[in-house]
């Protein structure tokens, strides 16, 4: 397994795995010697990177018996890349991170994927202990979580900031569209938002838990985990439904709407409706709860050990991974 920081201990302490260093240079080299020499049984989760052309080139051009997992976490669009097809199309299992992405891949592809979501950590994700009688006290603030990306429209995230600036908007994360997000606050005046920088799981979780409203714009996503962590943390999130998340469940957590029309007007009854947000605050942290890590490492030990064992029936031997 390929770690880089300061791994969980809770997988660095199994018996049964190796992490693998991730450096600041020469990592697909000594991963492309590891994947010769020790063969593993599995090749999970390609990405887009030079490691995994390389692999999809060895797989063609010397026949490896490494068995490949894809795991799709992004909605299809109508120019995928030529290693997003490959990653697909040779795939001896394919799992999708929500139903949405699997019947897009279904309907593309003519290949059918699994269905695995992504799990909460609730060390750092767990509804708040204070109760909404002492919150109303406070002035009322909106959460903004992810990347500055154009797709991630943070700018309307700051149009709302401008004309309501009665409320407190918080954003967290760095990307390439901060300058314009931070540009277009101070043209306008707006003394209501804070930019937080990237945060680590622990102070996002206790943001999440201070915020009383989460609103998350982005028009292209896959079943976005930061959707969960505001869920588990007990906060009603508005988000664009492009790519169906399962982690809204629109009327009851939140909001899923399709025009910024309708994000605004949700929004609006959002911040009105004190009993609406406890309500949705309620339902979203019993919904998170469906999301549990321990399970979902089950299905995926499942899929593993079923991949195996079918290259084992074909003849091929079991090599350590």
Known sequence: ??????????????????????????????????????????????????????????????????????????????????????????????????????HSIAQRFGVNA????????????????????????????????GSFQSRKRVELVIEHAIRRPDIQFRLAGQGETEVRCRALCQQHGCRNVVFLGHLSPDRLGGEMRDAEIFLFPSIREGNPQVLLQAAACGLPVIAMNHYRPSYVVDGETGFLVETD????????????????????????????????????????????????EQRQKIGCPRRSA
Not at 269 to 288: F, T, Y
Not at 297 to 306: K, Y
């Open 1 to 102: 397994m390929i770690s880089a920081g300061f791994p969980d201990m809770r997988i660095a302490g199994r018996p049964n795995t190796e992490l693998v260093r991730w450096s600041r240079h020469g990592n697909t080299a000594r991963l492309i010697n590891r994947l010769l020499v020790s063969k593993p049984d599995v090749y999970f989760f390609p990405r887009y990177g030079l490691l995994d052309h390389t692999f999809f080139s060895l797989q063609k051009h010397l026949r490896l018996r490494t068995a490949l997992i894809s795991y799709v976490v992004m909605m299809m669009t109508e120019n995928e890349s030529t290693i997003v097809r490959r990653s697909i199309l040779q795939a001896d299992r394919l799992c999708a991170n929500s139903e949405y992405i699997a």
């Open 114 to 145: 699994d269905i695995i979501y992504d799990g909460v950590d609730d060390r750092f994700f767990f509804p708040p202990e204070h109760s909404f009688e002492s919150a109303a006290s406070r002035q009322l603030s909106v959460l903004y979580a």
């Open 261 to 308: 029309h309708e994000l605004a007007a949700r929004f609006d009854l959002l911040v009105s409706n004190r009993e609406l947000r406890q309500a949705m605050s309620q339902a979203a942290a019993r919904h998170a709860r469906g999301f549990d890590w321990d399970h979902i490492a089950e299905q995926w030990a499942e899929i593993f050990l079923e991949v195996v």
